[in-house]
């Protein structure tokens, strides 16, 4: 009974990590368009803030993946 229990949360917790993996490389990659179009924001800053954030949901996505694979 445990282990069909623990299959299902390393299978969630690979999901959500792949999810983060993905929602962080799409928040990069808008932004990065969204710096070239011009706007009335600071390039620059934009940049930094939105690469800070998709570093952010990227690294949390594989520490997720990491500990899914880890626990057995």
Do not use: P
């Not at 706007?39 to 993946?65: Q, W």
Request: charged share 20%; aromatic share 6%.
């Amino acid at each position: 009974m445990e282990s069909k229990e623990l299959e299902k949360k390393q299978r969630a917790y690979r999901e959500i990590g792949r999810v983060l993996v993905n929602f962080g490389n799409l928040t990069f990659a808008s932004l990065v368009l969204g710096t070239i179009i011009k706007g009335d924001y600071n390039r620059l800053t934009l940049l930094l803030v939105g690469g800070g954030v998709a570093l952010m949901f990227i690294v949390l996505g594989v520490i997720t993946l990491t500990n899914a694979g880890g626990e057995k």
